[in-house]
Nanobody, 117 residues
């Protein structure tokens, strides 16, 4: 079992920046990749960015060039630096972890990001 705790959400004006953090605990040895998803009201949860234990990254087209995912393996923490935020980035952001078979190991409780125009 993996426990994930997100932090760093908040209210920001369009064009601003936020950094989200996700700290993992528990069976961290089983974690391969970690990622950030988001869910806006009335919409499905979508992948924002992911990073493997080796550092390979993947981004949704909508955030490429604006968001950066990084990982501190020593701290078992993954970060999401979000720059040039847009109102359409408003959502609850969730952290997740997967094992080497890409089976989900856990979800965080979510952190609200609100971007005002």
């Amino acid at each position: 079992q993996v426990q994930l705790v997100e932090s760093g959400g908040g209210l920001v004006q369009a064009g601003g920046s936020l950094r989200l953090s996700c700290a993992a605990s528990g069976s961290i040895f089983s974690i391969n990749a970690m990622g950030w998803y988001r869910q806006a009201p009335g919409k499905q949860r979508e992948l924002v960015a992911a990073i493997t234990s080796g550092g390979s990254t993947n981004y949704a087209d909508s955030v490429k060039g604006r968001f950066t995912i990084s990982r501190d393996n020593a701290k078992n923490t993954v970060y999401l630096q979000m720059n040039s935020l847009k109102p359409e980035d408003t959502a609850v952001y969730y952290c997740n972890a997967v094992d080497s078979d890409y089976d989900f190991l856990g979800w965080g409780q979510g952190t609200q990001v609100t971007v005002s125009s």
